[in-house]
């Protein structure tokens, strides 16, 4: 029981709560996302169980991109690398981001809880390593808003020379590390179901297809056939905004790139076991399809 005598099971406040008291109690598990007061987040505050994971195991590496200096203020772009178990074959590199809206953070959230399974079971993560960018809009995420400070959608502004430096700092990620995979995280206010975007090699969407079956057992998928202005086939698109956070074009072996995008308006807890099970789905059907690659 919480100080007001309820139980964290029931769905609504009481009836005599005011907002004060809300920043002061736990947020039950299946409160949503605009049930929270606004105010200023606090990027320390989502990044400590990365830090403590980083701090106590071996698998993990705090690494922080770039620190960018805003309004007198310095941000900094988070980065955490988890290395699995070595593999057969060559590390498979993955790049996975979140929060590139700063008012997204049910991404980041998911890579919490994606990281945290990892780390009780690191064969999950066996050949690969990954590089995990949760907050790529620092300034966004602190004010919750979608665009950064400069006032620009920073998902608009990728391979097109932006002074950003966010997308400056990641566009050297994505250029340097030459990923295998790319995966962004999103989350849609607008959406009453989980989607997805497939980008880059073909083999995409063969992991976007089960990534959104694992996560259907949270919630369900958007079966609309326009999504967000595009044609959808069962949640799944194939085209998308210029500009978004994606690999340069013109690459000879371009990375699989896959957007997962969950419905913002439902409980941030499913959003986020959704997220982990997708994550984890992408892991096991890339390295599955690797191998039976190499047979061939
Ligand atoms: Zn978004």
């Given at each position: 029981?919480?100080?007001v005598?309820?139980?964290?099971?029931?769905?609504e406040?009481?009836?005599?709560?005011?907002?004060?008291?809300i920043?002061t109690?736990?947020?039950?598990p299946?409160?949503?996302r605009k049930?929270?007061?606004?105010?200023?987040?606090?990027?320390?505050?989502?990044?400590a169980?990365f830090d403590e994971?980083?701090?106590a195991?071996p698998?993990?590496?705090?690494?922080?991109?770039?620190?960018?200096d805003?309004?007198g203020?310095?941000?900094?772009?988070p980065?955490y690398?988890?290395?699995?178990?070595k593999?057969?074959?060559?590390?498979?590199?993955?790049?996975?981001?979140a929060?590139i809206?700063?008012d997204?953070?049910?991404?980041?959230?998911?890579?919490?809880?994606?990281?945290?399974?990892?780390?009780?079971?690191?064969?999950?993560?066996?050949g690969?390593?990954?590089?995990?960018?949760?907050?790529?809009n620092?300034?966004?995420?602190?004010?919750?808003?979608?665009?950064?400070?400069?006032?620009k959608?920073?998902n608009?502004?990728?391979?097109?020379e932006?002074p950003?430096?966010?997308?400056?700092a990641?566009?050297?990620?994505i250029?340097t590390h030459?990923?295998?995979?790319?995966?962004?995280?999103?989350?849609?206010?607008?959406?009453g179901?989980l989607y997805g975007?497939?980008?880059?090699?073909?083999?995409?969407?063969?992991l976007l297809?089960?990534?959104?079956q694992s996560a259907e057992n949270f919630l369900?998928?958007n079966?609309r056939?326009?999504i967000?202005?595009?044609?959808?086939?069962?949640?799944?698109?194939y085209s998308?905004?210029?500009?978004?956070l994606?690999?340069?074009?013109?690459?000879?072996?371009?990375?699989?790139?896959?957007t997962?995008?969950?419905?913002?308006?439902?409980?941030?807890?499913?959003?986020?076991?959704?997220?982990?099970?997708?994550?984890?789905?992408?892991?096991?059907?890339?390295?599955?399809l690797m191998?039976v690659a190499?047979?061939?």
């Open positions: 029981m919480n100080p005598g309820r139980s964290r099971c029931d769905p406040p009481p009836l005599n709560i005011t907002k004060d008291m920043t109690l736990e947020i039950p299946a409160v949503s049930q929270i007061v606004a105010g200023k987040r606090s990027a320390e505050k989502l990044l169980p994971l980083a701090a195991s698998n993990v590496v705090a690494k922080p991109v770039v620190e960018i805003s309004r203020q310095k941000y900094t772009l980065r690398l988890f290395l699995g178990p593999g057969g074959g060559d590390i498979i590199r993955i790049g996975i981001f929060t809206h700063g997204e953070p049910e991404g980041a959230l998911g890579l919490v809880r994606f990281v945290t399974a990892l780390e009780k079971n690191p064969e999950l993560a066996k690969y390593a990954l590089f995990i960018y949760p907050i790529c620092p300034t966004g995420f602190e004010d919750n808003t979608r665009h950064s400070h400069s006032g959608d920073l608009r502004e990728f391979w097109v932006s950003e430096p966010e997308v400056r990641l566009e050297t990620e250029w030459a990923f295998h995979g790319i995966i962004t995280l999103h989350s849609d206010d607008t959406s179901g975007f497939v980008n880059g090699a073909v083999l995409s969407e063969h297809e089960p990534a959104l369900p998928r079966k056939r326009t967000d202005g595009f044609p959808a086939r069962r949640g799944v698109l998308c905004y210029d500009g978004v994606k690999s340069p074009a013109g690459l000879k072996q371009p990375p699989f790139e896959v997962l995008e969950t419905p913002q308006d439902a409980p941030l807890h499913l959003q986020v076991e959704a997220l982990n099970a997708a994550l984890q789905t992408i892991l096991t059907e890339y390295r599955y191998a190499q047979n061939i």
